[in-house]
């Protein structure tokens, strides 16, 4: 897809905070930090993160708010950055979803025989239990 540059009454901004109810908390790279809501088209659609870089509209009325047009990955957000429309200081988020299932730390023992490599030492087996 094209990448979407800023119009006359655009700016691009890294997302600070989410504070639900498709409202977030934006840095902006004029140096303004805004309350901006995220419009109908985005919603459950478009699902933006924390330092995630993205376009808004800035209202004629209301400098302090202001409405998110379109998210930019990782890699859109690299080309606009060589096409010098961000600044050279802006940090690009590239948290990408990993798919190696490693399961956050957690480690499965495979025990499918009833059998383990580890000792016994500190485990209490079902068949040593007494019935009560």
């Known amino acids: 897809k094209a990448v979407v540059s800023t119009q006359s009454t655009g700016e691009y901004a890294q997302v600070l905070k989410l504070l639900g109810n498709g409202r977030l908390e934006a840095q902006c790279f004029d140096g303004v930090k805004r309350l901006c ?3 109908g088209k985005l919603r459950k659609k478009v699902w ?3 330092g995630d870089i993205i376009l808004i ?3 004629d009325y ?3 708010k202001a409405d998110v047009i379109q998210k930019y990955n990782p890699d859109e957000a690299r ?3 060589a096409y010098k429309e961000l600044p050279e200081t802006a940090k690009i ?3 990408q979803i990993d798919d ?3 399961l956050d730390g957690i480690e499965f023992q495979d025990d499918i025989d009833g059998e383990s490599d580890e000792p016994d030492d500190d485990r209490i087996m079902l068949d040593d239990i007494d019935d009560i």
């Open 48 to 50: 933006i993160n924390q």
């Open 79 to 81: 080309n606009l950055k």
């Open 37 to 39: 809501h995220i419009r």
């Open 100 to 102: 190696d299932n490693d």
């Open 93 to 95: 988020n590239d948290a």
């Open 62 to 64: 209301q400098d302090s």
């Open 57 to 59: 509209g800035l209202r």
